[in-house]
């Protein structure tokens, strides 16, 4: 059986050039980066050139970036590290369609005292700013807004945020795990202070993620240790990641011009054959300002994880946001966020694509899934239902 | 991935008895698109009054239509006495298991058999003195009461697992706990005083009872923790032993001696064992 693997923005294919980049680090030159002798010297200076492509990649400074374990360490250390700098503001604001990462994280401070405020966000899964303005106080520690939604694409006014921000002094966060590598990102020219990614969403390996704090940002270390990372962030070196996210970061600024002509194009069939062969289908998030690899669907009066199981029996592998995926009996946070109607909620995949996907894969999808979807109708009681309404009409 | 077993996988790709019977003898519906899933069922009876027919339609994930499927297999030719004792757990059965987060598909088809069956006797299907606990998947007392009566239910994330009750906002879990205690409180009244009947052994069986007890049940669990035992004595009912390794100067040897060691003499051995540490 084939593999379609449109599920880009949970996990990626580690790139060959970057697994290969890796391998000597683990068998030869094992060295560690803090060592005074030449054999951990020779390491040392390439860990630093995989830092400054990654600074490349960001645009940023070298020596603006610390390596981390994953994109959720890096928020958990932006967040813990700014509030920890501020003990006497005790306000956080925050959205209410962030990743686990920061939602359960802000949740988790709610209970410890602070104040937390989450946006709301409208139907299109867009941010009100006046909400913004009117929520920040004197005692407002930290605002931490996602760069894009990972369920719907959605990209988030950021610069426009920092603005409002920087204004008030006070420091911002931005979670661009699903950002970067699919929109430009130049942190010299922005007004963004910390900024989290993860290599596995960019054809790195899982288990190494960068957390960007610009020149000047207060900061305590959430991994108290070592002098490493500048004593921003004890813990040995995770070397052989390090070169791994280097190369994919050198890769992913090449493949940026693709990401938003090819992939994207690719999207924009997918989504559009799909609209057009399944009746009753609905695009969830503001179409105008998404992701150019993302397209969530809702496909009503059909749930979510039979879709799911039923493409996988031919290969092809996506997410939903439906409840009975994820082990909850909800739907996802960010589509009851955004209002979308429980006959679409609950029917909702979730298509994110990469550079390596092509055009027979979409075809391949559009062949297969409206049959898929009809058969799921003609079982629920629903259909009909709504068939007999619509028919009396 | 849910780890489904293969009969489910079955029922979900090939599932059985899908549709509506016309002219029905009875119909039962539960759940909405609100909550997730729903279920539709209905039967027709033939002239002995069995089920002769059984179809069902369903909105819902993977285990919700292979329940469903598997809840008309079951049913079919049974007499509506004999369907009406069908619990959530025969349609598990049936299907070699559901993930524990996903039982409460198989009380879904439980529930909907109730109602089909009430509505062929003319029953008001309006449930009687309910109040509902959790309003996110609007499920009542009744209903959590039965589900932990029937699958014998301990805690709140397992009320949620069969009933949905909690799964959301998370406001009536007090609630859902008090339930808990009260009926597990009745269902141990109600269950009656089992004394294991354990048989009047000789001394040299009993020697040989605790002996392989302490093999098999004792000591390689101290043994994990770096600890070891030996067995002194035995007088009477009492068992003399040594605590050797790190259980010879763990501060909680005592705790480990009467807990431990001599509930499990009591349990497999003799209810009035007692065992007592020698020191050297």
């Known amino acids: ?393 | 991935m849910w780890d489904y077993t293969e009969k489910v996988k079955d029922h979900f790709l090939n599932p059985r008895n899908v549709g509506e019977i016309e002219n029905p003898d009875g119909v039962g519906e539960v759940g909405s698109l609100a909550c997730g899933d729903a279920l539709r069922l209905s039967f027709k009876l033939d002239e002995k009054k069995r089920i002769k027919d059984a179809k069902f339609k369903t909105f819902g994930c993977a285990s919700a239509i292979a329940s469903s499927s598997a809840l008309t297999e079951i049913i079919k030719g049974m007499t509506l006495e004999e369907a009406g004792k069908v619990t959530n757990q025969d349609i598990a059965n049936y299907l070699g298991g559901l993930p524990e987060e996903k039982m409460h598909c198989s009380v879904m088809g439980r529930e909907a058999l109730e109602a089909a069956i009430a509505n062929y006797r003319g029953e008001k299907v309006v449930k009687e003195d309910f109040e509902i606990v959790c309003k996110c998947f609007g499920v009542t007392d009744n209903e959590i009461i039965k589900a932990i009566r029937e699958n014998d239910l301990k805690t709140v994330e397992q009320v949620t697992y069969y009933t949905k009750a909690g799964g959301g906002c998370g406001q009536c879990h007090p609630k859902i706990e008090a339930i808990i205690e009260k009926v597990r409180k009745e269902m141990e009244k109600e269950k009656p005083p089992v004394k294991p009947e354990k048989r009047k052994l000789t001394n040299i069986q009993k020697i040989k009872l605790i002996e392989e007890t302490l093999g098999r049940e004792i000591i390689p669990a101290l043994k994990a923790d770096g600890g070891d035992l030996d067995l002194v004595d035995i007088e009477g009912n009492k068992v003399l032993v040594a605590l050797r390794g790190k259980c010879s100067f763990c501060p909680s040897s005592e705790f480990t001696l009467k807990q431990y060691v001599e509930s499990k003499l009591r349990e497999f051995v003799s209810d009035d064992i007692e065992v007592e540490e020698v020191r050297p």
């Open chain 1, 1 to 393: 059986m084939k593999t379609v693997y449109v599920d880009n923005n949970a996990t990626t294919k580690v790139a060959p050039e970057v697994l290969e980049e890796m391998l000597p680090f683990f068998s030869e030159y094992y060295g560690n980066p803090s060592s005074m002798h030449f054999f951990g010297g020779q390491v040392q200076k390439k860990v630093n050139e995989a830092r400054e492509k990654v600074a490349d990649f960001l645009g940023a400074e070298s020596s603006e970036i610390v390596f981390t374990s994953c994109g959720t360490e890096s928020d958990n250390a932006a967040i813990l590290g700014t509030l920890d700098s501020y003990p006497e503001k005790r306000h956080l604001i925050t959205t209410r369609v962030e990743h686990p990462a920061v939602g359960n994280l802000s949740t988790y401070l709610g209970r410890k005292g602070y104040r937390v405020t989450e946006l709301s966000v409208d139907r299109e899964g867009r941010l009100d700013l006046d909400e913004l303005r009117e929520s920040i106080t004197d005692e407002t520690t930290l605002v931490t807004i996602m760069y894009a939604n990972n369920e719907t694409g959605v990209i988030f006014p950021v610069e426009e945020i920092g603005e409002i921000l920087k204004a008030r002094g006070i420091p911002f966060h931005t979670d661009a795990v699903q950002a970067a590598g699919k929109i430009p990102l130049h942190l010299k020219k922005s007004t963004v202070d910390m900024l989290s990614i993860s290599g596995h969403k960019l054809h790195a390996p899982k288990g190494i993620g960068v957390l960007y704090i610009r020149k000047g940002t207060k900061f305590s270390p959430f991994l108290i240790g070592g002098h490493q990372e500048k004593g921003r962030r004890g813990g040995t070196e995770n070397v052989p990641y390090i070169i791994g996210l280097g190369k994919a970061c050198e890769l992913a600024k090449k493949n940026l011009e693709e990401e938003n002509t090819r992939v994207k194009a690719l999207r924009d069939y997918l989504e559009s054959k799909l609209l057009e062969k399944i009746p009753n289908t609905l695009v969830n998030g503001d179409r105008k300002n998404r992701l150019p690899n993302t397209v969530s669907v809702s496909f009503e009066y059909v749930e979510g994880e039979s879709i799911l199981l039923l493409l996988s029996d031919l290969g092809i592998c996506a997410s939903s946001g439906s409840a009975c995926t994820s082990g909850s009996l909800e739907p996802s946070h960010v589509l009851r966020a955004m209002g979308v109607p429980f006959t679409a909620a609950h029917g909702s995949i979730r298509f994110s694509l990469s550079v390596y996907n092509t055009k027979e894969e979409m075809d391949y999808i559009i062949e297969h899934l409206p049959p898929i979807i009809q058969r799921l109708r003609d079982i629920s009681p629903f259909w009909k239902d709504y068939l007999k309404a619509q028919g009396k009409k």
